[in-house]
């Protein structure tokens, strides 16, 4: 059973940074990619950022480029991957949600992602 827990959303203010981190456990060993998504209330949920399973390929929204990073630390039995978020904006004030493929390849399609955790808030004041 694939299970997905993130951490480290807050309150902050807008130029701040945040670093939220997933933690993916159980499910068979394998190569798979994995990504980010937010929602924010009212709208739908949208891609941030993916990456493939040896982390050297990266992929990211518009939107967040140039100030998002993603990583990732790969274990036999346990895969984090962080989020760094620098110079926070009030438009990036969303629940984030971190997500995991069977596939080892990138997408920006939230459907082909097979598993996913409950979120954490993640609000930037102006």
């Known amino acids: 059973q694939v299970q997905l827990a993130e951490s480290g959303g807050g309150v902050v203010q807008a130029g701040d940074s945040l670093r939220l981190s997933c933690v993916a456990t159980?499910?068979?060993?394998?190569?798979?990619?994995m990504g980010w998504f937010r929602q924010a209330p009212g709208k739908e949920r949208e891609f941030v950022a993916t990456?493939?399973?040896?982390?050297?390929?990266?992929?990211?929204a518009d939107s967040v480029k140039g100030r998002f990073a993603v990583s990732r630390d790969n274990a036999q039995n346990m895969m984090t991957m962080h989020l760094q978020m620098n110079s926070l904006k009030p438009e990036d004030s969303a629940t984030y949600y971190c997500?995991?493929?069977?596939?080892?390849?990138?997408?920006?399609?939230?459907?082909?992602?097979?598993?996913w955790g409950q979120g954490t808030q993640v609000t930037v004041s102006s």
């Open positions: 997500a995991r493929r069977v596939s080892e390849r990138t997408s920006t399609l939230s459907w082909q992602y097979n598993y």
């Open positions: 990456i493939n399973w040896s982390g050297g390929t990266t992929f990211y």
């Open positions: 159980g499910g068979t060993f394998g190569y798979y990619a």
